[in-house]
């Protein structure tokens, strides 16, 4: 499908983000929106369903063969149901169409999803939004990939989208997105636990002083790289410093949930071999850190075994 051929954009999923997504096109170029929503002739929430549609002006429809007028299909549904929902449109689909998904399924799920989609003749595209939807409506940073991810950017970004191409792998996206998560998700579980401690300590504003300092001392992507690099060597000694650091958890009548965490994996790290392939020295670059830890971690052996099959 060429860039420039007009956009006929149907939504598989109305939700919040979906919706939110509409409003913001609508604002825009795009005047003519469909959405795919069984509950629009009464099911749980059809009123709120209509609500929304009509704040963008949305045409709501239960019958899959709509999507048959569609040559954009943007799927915006839970993780659980995206593999089944690409499933029971794909043959409903326009030769040419482009299948957007931005569920959060896994990235095998989405290659299941895309060899559904493809072999109907359409077009699947791998998305995932990165940021909050209700805060930034349809501009929020979504990530893509997939042979036709650069078509997607090409046609949304003028609309207003802030797409960026991960390459031509399905699954990709979905898994930057995922392993992101453990990051970003992480970081806000170790703050709840920490500072909760912190504020039944009466000690918050120091311990957010000091280390938003650490923090703040350079970039993101350094921090990263200084904190890989010297856990290689100092895994042990950061374990005896962390157990410590337990009793104040266990004081202000938390559960050590992440704490314990922390304990196990630097322990995991300490009892392995990566002090030794590093020769003793913290290794070179955030790469060579990641290669050591890669190799020695729990799965290392059994994916050598696997690959060499």
């Known amino acids: 499908m060429a860039v420039h051929a007009p956009i006929r954009l149907m939504f598989l999923g109305f939700g919040e983000a979906a919706s939110l997504f ?15 929503a069984p509950s629009v002739h009464g099911g749980t929430g059809a009123k709120r369903l209509h609500e929304r549609a009509a704040l963008s002006g949305t045409r709501l429809v239960s019958d899959l063969a709509a999507f048959s007028a569609a040559n954009w299909i943007f799927a915006m549904v839970p993780p659980a149901q995206a593999l089944n929902a690409a499933w029971a449109v794909s ?42 939807v209700p805060a930034s409506g349809h501009q929020v940073p979504v990530i893509a ?28 996206a979905a898994g930057t997105k995922l392993v992101r998560s453990i990051l970003a998700k992480g970081l806000e579980a170790l703050y709840v636990e920490a500072l909760v401690v912190a504020e039944r300590s009466d000690i918050t504003q120091e311990v957010l002083d000091s280390f938003c300092a ?6 993101a992507r350094a921090t990263a790289e200084i904190l890989l690099k010297s856990h290689v060597v100092h895994a042990a000694r950061r374990a005896d410093e962390v157990l410590m650091a337990r009793e104040l958890v266990l004081e202000a009548g938390i559960p050590p949930i992440m704490t314990d965490a922390i304990i196990n994996l630097m322990r995991q790290t300490a009892e392995s071999r990566a002090t030794e392939r590093a020769g003793r020295r913290q290794p070179a670059s955030l790469n060579h850190a990641l290669d050591i830890l890669e190799a020695e971690l729990p799965g ?8 060499a099959r």
């Open 91 to 132: 043959p409903h689909l326009a030769q040419g169409a482009i299948y957007v998904d931005f569920s959060s399924a896994a990235p095998r799920h989405k290659i299941e999803a895309a060899a559904s989609i493809e072999s109907a003749g359409a077009h699947y595209v791998d998305a995932a939004i990165i940021g909050s």
């Open 145 to 172: 990939s997939g042979a036709h991810a650069e078509t997607f950017a090409a046609s949304f970004t003028p609309l207003g989208m802030d797409i960026s191409i991960l390459g031509s792998a399905i699954g990709a």
């Open 22 to 36: 509409a409003t913001g096109f609508a604002a825009g170029a795009l005047k003519e929106l469909a959405a795919y």
């Open 214 to 219: 650490f923090l703040d001392a350079r970039t």
């Open 300 to 307: 290392a052996a059994q994916q050598d075994t696997e690959t």
